[in-house]
T-cell receptor
Framework: DSGVTQTPKHLITATGQRVTLRCSPR?????VYWYQQSLDQGLQFLIQ???????AKGNILERFSAQQFPDLHSELNLSSLELGDSALYFC???????????????FGPGTRLTVL | TQLLEQSPQFLSIQEGENLTVYCNSS?????LQWYRQEPGEGPVLLVT?????EVKKLKRLTFQFGDARKDSSLHITAAQPGDTGLYLC???????????FGAGTILRVKS
């Protein structure tokens, strides 16, 4: 158990819909990262928040957005869903700002999103 | 095209055999990490290598970072069924935030 929790575990929805994925970081961790894992693209970094502020952006679509709340939990919002958005979405947390080699990222168990 | 090329994509071996997984790139990384992921779970960090030429050992696992910091390898000695899983390498292009992952190597160790 990494200490990172994600809800829901599974989500099935239809094209065009909007969903919200939730992540609670490990106690005391200030950084939250979101990743998407699919068969064709592998594991891809989407976005990082540190203490409520956006710190880094990766391959995140404009239809996707995220935020980190004062209690440090984070939500990833996916809108106008397409079939290709079906994937595993992971949240990770770390204690520091940089996420560098001295700052281990701990991954949650993921949310499996299926868009029909 | 993946920035980090992992090979092989799939490996099925008998218990007790040795194996090596490779992670190659034309880019230089400030650090490189290896993760193992099991079905239904998130990746778990195994090791981080930072210095070119660095070798780290974790029980039966040996990790090496290339001298030019463009490649890495993971060697497992006397593989066991418990080693089964997806092995991912991830590189940090800029010190900090954006990890780039390889496509992964699926390892199956048969008893």
């Amino acid at each position: 158990d990494s200490g990172v929790t994600q809800t829901p575990k599974h989500l099935i929805t239809a094209t065009g819909q909007r969903v919200t994925l939730r992540c609670s970081p490990r106690s005391g961790d200030l950084s939250v990262y979101w990743y998407q894992q699919s068969l064709d693209q592998g594991l891809q970094f989407l976005i990082q928040y540190y203490n409520g502020e956006e710190r880094a952006k990766g391959n995140i679509l404009e239809r996707f957005s995220a935020q980190q709340f004062p209690d440090l939990h984070s939500e990833l919002n996916l809108s106008s869903l397409e079939l290709g958005d079906s994937a595993l979405y992971f949240c990770a947390s770390s204690g520091g700002l940089n996420g560098g080699p001295l700052d281990t990222q701990y991954f949650g168990p993921g949310t499996r999103l299926t868009v029909l | 095209t993946q920035l980090l090329e992992q090979s092989p994509q799939f490996l099925s071996i008998q218990e007790g055999e040795n194996l090596t997984v490779y992670c190659n790139s034309s880019s230089v990384f400030s650090s490189l990490q290896w993760y193992r992921q099991e079905p239904g779970e998130g990746p778990v960090l195994l090791v981080t290598v930072v210095t070119g030429g660095e070798v780290k050992k974790l029980k039966r696992l040996t990790f090496q970072f290339g001298d030019a910091r463009k490649d890495s390898s993971l060697h497992i000695t006397a593989a066991q069924p418990g080693d089964t899983g997806l092995y991912l390498c991830a590189g940090d292009l800029v010190y900090g935030n954006k990890l780039v992952f390889g496509a992964g190597t699926i390892l199956r160790v048969k008893s």
